[in-house]
T-cell receptor
Framework: QKEVEQNSGPLSVPEGAIASLNCTYS??????FFWYRQYSGKSPELIMF????GDKEDGRFTAQLNKASQYVSLLIRDSQPSDSATYLC??????????FGTGTRLTVIP | DAGVTQSPTHLIKTRGQHVTLRCSPI?????VSWYQQVLGQGPQFIFQ???????GRGNFPDRFSARQFPNYSSELNVNALLLGDSALYLC????????????????FGPGTRLTVL
């Protein structure tokens, strides 16, 4: 079983809609969770992190964490064509090592 | 401030050869991690170094090795290259404040694209 699982997509949403990206993890002891964005041919860039159950908002982005269900999600409100990228979910283990999912490719259609 | 830098940008090798990839972390960052990313997949954890000590190792064969220098820069070495080693190799650095619940953000360099023929 992979440590971090994501639906690889592709996920297509119209401009202005809400994009919902999901991630599950296997290690119940995981403490912190990260969402990175990766444009084609570029390296990952951090969007936000979350470590407490509940929601965390940053601009148009909201991360949601449910440790009981071992589930993390990222909502992107008012999606823009510039949001088209691959979104990577990542989990830190107790040794402070970071493990990524396979990523979900998002396309925002103008 | 300069971000994470990696060299070289691109590299072409043949099977059986050896390769060394280099990484300089953000100034003040003491932790460096290496990742391998093949096309269509997320980055896979290879190594993490903190204060010149190996902190973690992913599921990679012994052909892969790394080290961290006193100035916190790092090298990744791969011996006996295979076609399957062709990938983007990413280096990331972090401050690592030693918190019990780590929210330590890793910042990525631009990567080294390795092609093995």
């Amino acid at each position: 079983q992979k440590e971090v699982e994501q639906n690889s997509g592709p996920l297509s949403v119209p401009e202005g809609a809400i994009a919902s990206l999901n991630c599950t993890y296997s290690d119940r002891g995981s403490q912190s969770f990260f969402w990175y964005r990766q444009y084609s041919g570029k390296s990952p860039e951090l969007i936000m992190f979350i470590y407490s159950n509940g929601d965390k908002e940053d601009g148009r982005f909201t991360a949601q964490l449910n440790k009981a269900s071992q589930y993390v999600s990222l909502l992107i409100r008012d999606s823009q064509p510039s949001d088209s990228a691959t979104y990577l979910c990542a989990v830190i283990n107790l040794a402070n090592n970071l493990f990524f999912g396979t990523g979900t490719r998002l396309t925002v259609i103008p | 401030d300069a971000g994470v830098t990696q060299s070289p940008t691109h590299l072409i090798k043949t099977r059986g050869q050896h390769v060394t990839l280099r990484c300089s972390p953000i100034s003040g960052h003491k932790s460096v991690s290496w990742y391998q990313q093949v096309l269509g997949q997320g980055p896979q954890f290879i190594f993490q170094y903190y204060e010149k000590e190996e902190r973690g190792r992913g599921n990679f064969p012994d052909r892969f090795s790394a080290r961290q220098f006193p100035n916190y820069s790092s090298e990744l070495n791969v011996n006996a290259l295979l076609l399957g080693d062709s990938a983007l190799y990413l280096c990331a650095s972090s401050l690592d404040r030693g918190l019990a619940v780590s929210t330590d953000t890793q910042y990525f360099g631009p990567g080294t694209r390795l092609t093995v023929l």
